[in-house]
């Protein structure tokens, strides 16, 4: 079932790659889900409300919103296509509305092709373009890591090995409360750690690898 049409995204917003503070995005009410499916953007146009970056070296990313008969939401998807194959290159589509600390993050993704990659991410507590938390899964290594992203350096702070079945839609999810993360894959806690780096709230967003061309749907981030 699609989420209520107040929570579609409507529109283009400006795309620009550059840092953006997350004080500059306003809290959201605890409990309060927002949910961003695609279905109301343009197709073959950037997303509404999103802003893109770049983490690390390499071409800027490009997403655009595609339909695909396949969406667990009908008929939209956002998708980051570009394929350079820089290893050290992460695409970025920061939401550019809210600022979190405590939430339940999750969304719906299909790693579709890459020879370097085939990943998967979701960003939170992101302080700017090179400072944030990253939760990610990759279907050519097989596995589904934690890691925080400081000053663009990236280091894993958690993780577990698991079968990533490439063109199959699958869910990430993280639940955040303090210091603590529970990381969830198609329904089912993963794993589970705690980590100091970034105390304070900040944005949320989509994230790739390298080569990966990956779509998205059901972007949902509830505020606790």
């Not at 993780?159 to 639940?175: A, K, S």
């Amino acid at each position: 079932m699609k989420p209520p049409r107040a929570w579609m995204v409507l529109g283009i917003a400006a795309v620009l790659i550059a840092p953006s503070p997350a004080s500059s995005a306003r809290p959201q009410a605890a409990g309060q889900p927002l949910v961003y499916n695609f279905d109301g953007d343009t197709p073959g146009k950037p997303p509404a409300r999103f802003r893109l970056a770049l983490t690390g070296q390499g071409s800027a990313g490009t997403w655009v919103v595609q339909h695909d008969p396949t969406a667990p939401s009908k008929p939209n998807v956002l998708a980051q296509t570009s394929t350079d194959t820089t290893d050290y290159r992460f695409p970025l589509a920061i939401l550019e509305e809210g600022s979190f600390k405590d939430l339940d993050l999750s969304v719906k993704f299909k790693a579709v092709a890459g020879k370097v990659d085939q990943a998967a991410g979701l960003m939170f507590r992101v302080q700017d373009t090179h400072n944030y938390y990253v939760v990610r899964a990759n279907a050519l290594e097989d596995n589904y890591r934690l890691y925080h992203v400081v000053a663009g350096s990236r280091r894993q702070f958690g993780g577990v090995r698991l079968r990533v079945t490439p063109n199959q839609w699958h869910t990430l999810r993280v639940e955040v409360a303090g210091n603590r993360f529970k990381c969830y894959y198609d329904g089912e806690l993963r794993f589970e750690t705690t980590d100091n780096t970034f105390p304070h709230a900040g944005q949320v967003g989509l994230w790739t690898k390298a080569d990966s061309v990956t779509s998205f749907d059901d972007l949902t981030v509830t505020p606790k």
